[in-house]
């Protein structure tokens, strides 16, 4: 069997009461929504998971076993996932301490640790009173941790917060306190600088970038900063108040307040804008050409984008409240890593308590 998932997107007539059991369902490839071995799928509503036939792809020899199908929304048609699905995605959890519930607002993968950046909140008085990175290994064991709330180094406060992991540092969106903090692996302070209302940051081309938020909510225009590695500043343009934001071929994606991203060179100048039709944007990451975004408060789904047109493949996903890969409470922070030989999507299920790895 191939390593790959193969999934079509076809009518049922009766999708609730499709039986492929006695017979194998043959679709080919041209009726294909996507074949890649990085392919998401869009589990809404599952079916049936036992005797669900065999996908043949153009009239071919080979035939790969159905795997999952699914339908999408309450509409006719489903979504059929075929081919070597196993461990095609899993659940990462951060520690809670006792009387507490982690949740775990910003990740990153970086030399096969998952470094987590968790508050918890305290289950009496419902208050956030710890911020802290926790560092886990890939068999979801604790190999470390590091911080504490408050406006000291090596201590974090605010949940619309970002981490990021370049040449074995660690730079910190450090939201409430307004300002990055850099620190070693280990988590020993390393420097700071201030950037008002702060909510992301990434290293790209030897420079930080960090956009920033109005916490008002009001739809205002905020500062998008350029730094060195050392903290002097570079650069700064006006920008919509931004969430979270992402670099790809030296354009900057920004997830703004008002259903868009607007994009922009590293100078600072506009590009254009990117309609996003399900509400604001709290998580965003592109890779090769796929632009992710994560909505939180509205819909509670991931869409996924073509970076170029502007054009949206698909989104997923629906409010719940358990471990189910479809379910999500507060989607937030978005990457592609790594992971067991192929690039996942790794995202932030907030209040969930998860961080879920799709392929």
């Known amino acids: 069997m191939m390593d790959l998932i193969f999934m079509a997107k076809i009518t049922i007539k009766e999708p609730k009461g499709i039986d492929v059991s006695k ?9 294909a929504r996507h074949t890649s071995n990085i392919s998401i799928n869009n589990p809404i509503k599952a079916i049936t998971n036992e005797g669900l036939g065999y996908v043949r792809q153009n009239n071919n020899s080979l035939i790969e076993k159905v795997v999952s199908i699914f339908q999408i929304g309450e509409s006719e048609e489903m979504l059929v996932v075929a081919g070597d699905a196993q461990k095609y995605w899993e659940i990462f959890t951060p520690v809670s301490d006792d009387g507490y519930l982690a949740q775990c607002f910003s990740h990153f993968i970086y030399l096969n640790k998952i470094y987590m950046y968790v508050g918890q909140i305290n289950l009496t008085t419902f208050e956030y009173d710890k911020y802290e990175i926790q560092v886990k290994n890939f068999d979801n064991q604790l190999l470390d941790r590091f911080g504490a709330k408050g406006s000291g180094n090596v201590e974090f406060n605010g949940q619309i917060a970002n981490i990021w992991i370049d040449s074995d540092k660690i730079y910190v969106a450090d939201s409430r306190n307004g300002r990055v903090q850099k620190l070693d692996l280990d988590g020993t302070y390393d420097t700071q600088w201030a950037v008002e209302g702060i909510t992301g940051v990434q290293v790209y081309d030897g420079k930080v970038y960090e956009c920033s938020y109005a916490y008002s909510g009001d739809y205002v225009s905020m500062p998008f900063y350029i730094h060195s590695l050392t903290g002097t500043l570079i650069n700064s343009f006006t920008a919509t108040s931004t969430r979270c934001f992402t670099i790809n071929n030296d354009i900057i994606f920004l997830g703004c307040i008002g259903e868009n991203i607007n994009k922009y060179s590293l100078a600072g100048v506009y590009q254009g804008t990117i309609i996003t039709p399900h509400g604001d944007s709290s998580g965003i990451t592109s890779w090769n050409n796929i632009l992710y975004t994560s909505n939180p408060e ?10 170029t047109t502007g054009e949206e493949i698909f989104s997923y996903g629906t409010l719940g409240y358990t471990g189910a890969i479809n379910q999500f409470y507060y989607p937030s922070a978005l990457r592609v890593f790594l992971y ?3 690039y996942r999507l790794w995202i932030a299920d907030v209040y969930n308590g998860l961080i879920k790895t799709i392929l």
């Open 298 to 307: 509205t819909e509670f789904n991931i869409s996924k984008f073509n970076i």
């Open 23 to 31: 017979s194998s369902l043959l679709i080919d490839q041209n009726n």
């Open 340 to 342: 067991n030989g192929s």
